[in-house]
């Protein structure tokens, strides 16, 4: 939350002017001092996540850092404080058939918080040149996503052309490496793209911590100043299982012979000692409370939204396709799928009863990042469509509408406000964004 301070000292009264930014404001000050001011390097990234301790009473975690009063502060019996909220928030407006609506008026836009109703005095399209955004790809190049890398990286490119001149990047991967920093140097961002895909040429392949680099990125790589950060968080989500807490990963599968089931238990045991000190209610919370928009990417068939048949027949479909390569076996590959089958029963109903619970609370775990940072979820499914998903998010980012408002709900309270959005006379549209804020506390 930007503050800035303004004081003017009369004997024993410090008068402090105090505008309070909450999510963006956009200004010509402000934009001004945005193209001007040299963004400091990110330093140690994820040096976050060591700082991070359980307060168990509060059961979420919280940073060792220090939280002394500064001895800078002011005395706050000698001041007057004059204070300014603006309030913004980034939407997407969709018809019935989810085709963007590309040109309302501030007068056809409605909002309330918390029912009251709110007088918009900031309304901009996404694709003004004036207003950077600062974008984080966070990518993960684990074994599972090797199908969907190349594609990935050369989709990456192309959306890496497209950036405005104002705009920022910065490329984080999955094992919380800060690939290469803010930057608009394009040629720069695509060579570290195509390094991504050496390094997996090579064996070297991400650590499949994908929620921890996302927590260090939300902690450490937006400023103040970013006013548009947004996330794009490609991963298939499999460390869920190894947070705090799990979600999912804590049963054993049913179908399994005894030494497989021992092998499960072995994997779970050293999940349950990786130090990770968060919960994903945790990482839901810190999304919350940041600023950033986040689009999820999952590589892989979509479970959500299925009945539980076809969740298990897009499973069954799955693993054949792994173990069928063309449709052509040899005697060797024969021998291969049946020690397989007979191994793992990979295709025992239980197993894959299973196995598809434990997808869709993946899927699930992902996509409520995305709802609760004003963005949306995609499948890639196939490679081939890693084009045209980098594509629809660069197009939501351009036609996206950032609505600023000055509440009527003063209060510093830092309590969680409802935003809702309507177009006057249609009740048909759909309106996608962040749906709520935390007021700032005293």
Do not use: C
Request: charged share 30%; glycine share 6%; net charge neutral.
């Amino acid at each position: 939350m930007a503050v800035l301070l303004l004081l003017m000292r009369s004997k024993q009264i410090t008068i402090v002017l105090i505008v309070t930014l909450v999510i963006g404001v956009f200004d010509s000050s402000i934009l001004a001092q945005s193209k001007q001011k040299q963004r400091p390097k990110l330093k140690d990234f994820g040096f976050s996540l060591d700082r991070l301790k359980r307060d168990a009473p509060k059961k979420q975690p919280v940073s060792r850092k220090d939280e002394m009063k500064s001895e800078t502060e002011l005395d706050e019996g000698d001041v007057i404080r004059i204070e300014s909220n603006l309030v913004t928030s980034e939407i997407s407006v969709l018809d019935d058939r989810g085709n963007l609506i590309q040109n309302l008026s501030p007068d056809e836009l409605v909002v309330t918080e918390d029912g009251e109703p709110q007088k918009v005095v900031h309304f901009l399209r996404g694709d003004d040149k004036k207003i950077p955004r600062t974008i984080v790809l966070l990518i993960d190049y684990s074994g599972s996503q090797l199908p969907y890398i190349r594609r990935s990286i050369d989709a990456a490119k192309v959306l890496v052309d497209k950036l405005l001149p104002l705009d920022v990047m910065a490329i984080v991967t999955d094992d919380v490496d800060l690939l290469i920093d803010f930057t608009n140097d394009k040629e720069k961002l695509k060579q570290k793209l195509e390094s991504l895909f050496e390094r997996t040429q090579a064996g070297r392949l991400g650590r499949s911590v994908q929620y921890s680099a996302l927590m260090a990125t939300l902690n450490e790589a937006f400023s103040e100043e970013d006013l548009r950060p947004i996330i794009i968080f490609q991963t298939d989500g499999d460390q869920l299982g190894s947070l705090r807490d799990p979600v999912v990963g804590l049963e054993i599968p049913p179908d399994l012979p005894k030494h497989l089931r021992d092998e499960v238990v072995r994997r779970r045991e050293r999940s349950a000692g990786s130090g990770v000190e968060f919960t994903l209610f945790d990482v839901y919370r810190t999304v919350e409370r940041s600023r950033a928009t986040v689009y999820t990417v999952i590589p892989g068939f979509r479970l959500l939204s299925k009945s539980q048949e076809e969740q298990v027949e897009t499973l069954r479909k799955l693993q054949q396709t792994m173990l069928i390569r063309d449709g052509k076996w040899s005697r060797e590959e024969q021998e291969k799928y049946k020690a397989i089958k007979d191994e793992w029963r990979i295709f025992s109903p239980a197993n894959l009863v299973f196995a598809a619970r434990e997808q869709l609370i993946t899927q699930q775990a992902l996509h409520g990042v995305a709802s609760r940072a004003g963005g949306w979820t995609e499948f890639l499914e196939a490679p081939e469509q890693a084009d045209g998903i980098y594509n629809r998010v660069l197009v939501d980012i351009d036609h996206r509408y950032i609505v600023g408002y000055y509440p009527t709900n003063k209060a510093h309270d830092g309590t969680k406000r409802k935003i809702k959005f309507f177009v006057k006379d249609h009740p048909e549209y759909k309106v996608v964004g962040r749906n709520w804020y935390y007021a700032p506390a005293q």
